[in-house]
T-cell receptor
Framework: ETGVTQTPRHLVMGMTNKKSLKCEQH?????MYWYKQSAKKPLELMFV???????ENNSVPSRFSPECPNSSHLFLHLHTLQPEDSALYLC?????????????FGPGTRLTVL | AQSVTQLGSHVSVSEGALVLLRCNYS??????LFWYVQYPNQGLQLLLK??????LVKGINGFEAEFKKSETSFHLTKPSAHMSDAAEYFC????????????FGTGTSLTVIP
């Protein structure tokens, strides 16, 4: 595997379910990101981890819970989601969180909340 | 805070014609600027980036962009469109004052007409 991978690619869940999204980067990077991509809206940065520590949390509801056990893996734990949470969730990584470091994106998880 | 404006949510060009996708940003300091492309059911792929070196930046697939500070613009161009260029294009800015937080535009969908 190369680059940034995400699993599952598609997920359908009810509002009472608990699920997790997984992201893995094979680039040797030290920073990882979660974004939400909704139709007709700019990508929304949700969380940033640098060297496995959370450095950014952009007012995301607590029903989204990130976890970064090491610099290669990032999870997004989901519980009691709402239909408006349906979106494409993108993971990205970069060398560090330094100025202008290119972010490399995974293919995303298409989430549908019923 | 930074903001990015992409004029034209949909652009159609004929195969072989010039591609011009517009991006304007707001920033009080020289930013880092990026163009990404997203093909259906895929993540974002870096086309090119500007990091205060040459103002004309060449990227992959024949694309280039010119940084114009006086116009706060970073428009993306390609001399001759190919069918495979049909995709969603995103402009992004990284604010040097906020680490590596990216601000994305709402995207421009490019259609190439045979």
């Amino acid at each position: 595997e190369t680059g940034v991978t995400q699993t599952p690619r598609h997920l359908v869940m009810g509002m009472t379910n608990k699920k997790s999204l997984k992201c893995e980067q094979h680039l040797g990077h030290n920073a990882m990101y979660w974004y939400k991509q909704s139709a007709k809206k700019p990508l929304e940065l949700m969380f940033v981890y640098s060297l496995e520590e959370r450095v950014e949390n952009n007012s995301v509801p607590s029903r989204f819970s990130p976890e970064c056990p090491n610099s290669s893996h990032l999870f997004l734990h989901l519980h009691t989601l709402q239909p408006e949470d349906s979106a494409l969730y993108l993971c990205a990584s970069s060398h560090l969180t330094g100025q202008g470091d290119t972010q490399y994106f995974g293919p995303g998880t298409r989430l549908t909340v019923l | 805070a930074q903001s990015v404006t992409q004029l034209g949510s949909h652009v159609s060009v004929s195969e072989g014609a010039l591609v011009l996708l517009r991006c304007n940003y707001s920033s009080s300091v020289p930013p880092y600027l990026f163009w990404y492309v997203q093909y259906p059911n895929q993540g974002l792929q870096l086309l090119l980036k500007y990091t205060s070196a040459a103002t004309l930046v060449k990227g992959i697939n024949g694309f280039e962009a010119e940084f114009k500070k006086s116009e706060t613009s970073f428009h993306l161009t390609k001399p001759s469109a190919h069918m495979s260029d049909a995709a969603e294009y995103f402009c992004a800015v990284s604010d040097p004052n906020t680490g590596n937080q990216f601000y994305f535009g709402t995207g421009t969908s490019l259609t190439v007409i045979p």
